[in-house]
């Protein structure tokens, strides 16, 4: 059974500076590994999907990558600003089922 | 476009009671996921549908059921419900076997 845990819990940073998100799994049958954003009380908004054959994925100032071999994701967010303060959650998909296992999230805040 | 819509945005019910949260999935969206989140955890999968037909099921007890439509909206059914069940439910659409899902804004329910 797949498990996936996200530390820190909580992190909290200066306007401008450059950060890591960290996500590990456990089955590294792992179909592919999204991360997703999501503000208080809300819905979750997906900020990238890398499928297992890849290694990393870039968006903006966002840079995801995905090393099956040690069971581990980071998510890398340059320039942080204070609309970046949200819970960033990690979900991985293992092959041959069509459910996304989720870790419990990193709360960041970015301070002004 | 629409994305998924939720309803109710909120909901009060007490122990005992029953509950049906509904969703309609994205324009041209014929699958639809369904997840509980409890406060400060991530998404937990409850069950899939698609086709009018449960594809997959997490480990949730038979008191959570749910429909497809011919129209692929959906409805999550809760009976006998638990104060345990108090919970951010979130639904997911997507097109076949897209790896990429979107998300609603959930429905709050709170159970007393």
């Known amino acids: 059974k797949q498990e996936v845990t996200q530390i820190p819990a909580a992190l909290s940073v200066p306007e401008g500076e450059n950060l890591v998100l960290n996500c590990s799994f456990t089955d590294s049958a792992i179909y592919n590994l999204q991360w997703f954003r999501q503000d208080p009380g809300k819905g979750l908004t997906s900020l990238l999907l890398i499928q297992s054959s890849q290694r990393e994925q870039t968006s903006g100032r966002l840079n995801a990558s995905l090393d099956k071999s040690s069971g581990r994701s980071t998510l890398y967010i340059a320039a942080s600003q204070p609309g970046d303060s949200a819970t960033y959650l990690c979900a991985g998909r293992d092959t041959g089922r069509r459910a996304l296992t989720f870790g419990s999230g990193t709360r960041l805040q970015v301070q002004p | 476009d629409a994305g998924v819509t939720q309803s109710p945005t909120h909901l009060i019910k007490t122990r005992g009671q029953q509950v049906t949260l509904r969703c309609s999935p994205k324009s041209g969206h014929d699958t639809v996921s369904w997840y509980q989140q409890a406060l400060g955890q991530g998404p937990q999968f409850i069950f899939q549908y698609y086709e009018e037909e449960e594809r997959q099921r997490g480990n949730f007890p038979d008191r959570f059921s749910g429909h497809q439509f011919p129209n692929y909206s959906s409805e999550l059914n809760v009976n006998a419900l638990l104060l345990g069940d108090s919970a951010l439910y979130l639904c997911?659409?997507?097109?076949?076997?897209?790896?990429?899902?979107?998300f609603g804004p959930g429905t709050r329910l709170t159970v007393l």
């Open positions: 997911a659409s997507s097109l076949g076997s897209s790896d990429t899902q979107y």
